[in-house]
């Protein structure tokens, strides 16, 4: 395996009712969020066993699903989208092999449909 081998898992436009936002128009009902995220680690093995089904040797992109569209609601109105993200890398973080994740949250009601709005943040993990 070269070192510059690596894995990513993703979900991607996955749209997530959340109580987001600054403005007081924001706060009272869950606008819809679209989730877009990517964790990536480097490759350590290789994966030819058609039969192999251990998910503890892969980043399993369910839980991820899950915590989504389940954690996530459950967190309440958050003010920052950016304070969502990091709440989203932390989680990623938790699988020791991730080194590096991007989120992108996109907002498309914020305007009436007229525009996407929304961030991306991307995280390397640190080293300790």
């Known amino acids: 395996m070269s070192t510059n081998d690596t894995i990513k898992i993703h979900v991607r436009d996955c749209a997530v009712p959340l109580f987001v936002g600054i403005y007081d128009h924001e706060k009272p009902h869950p606008q819809n969020v679209v989730i877009n995220v990517e ?4 490759l350590t093995g290789r994966y030819d066993d058609l039969k192999a089904s251990d998910l503890a040797k892969v980043m399993d992109y369910e839980k991820l699903y899950r915590f989504l569209t389940e954690t996530l609601p459950s967190l309440g109105h958050v003010p920052l989208l950016e304070s969502i993200a990091e709440h989203i890398i932390a989680f990623c973080f938790k699988d020791p092999r991730v080194e590096s994740v991007r989120v992108r949250l996109d907002k498309p ?16 993990r640190r080293a300790s």
Request: glycine content about 10%; hydrophobic content about 45%; cysteine-free.
């Open 109 to 124: 009601e914020a305007f009436q449909g007229r525009a996407l709005v929304g961030i991306e943040m991307q995280r390397q």
């Open 39 to 42: 964790a990536s680690a480097s």
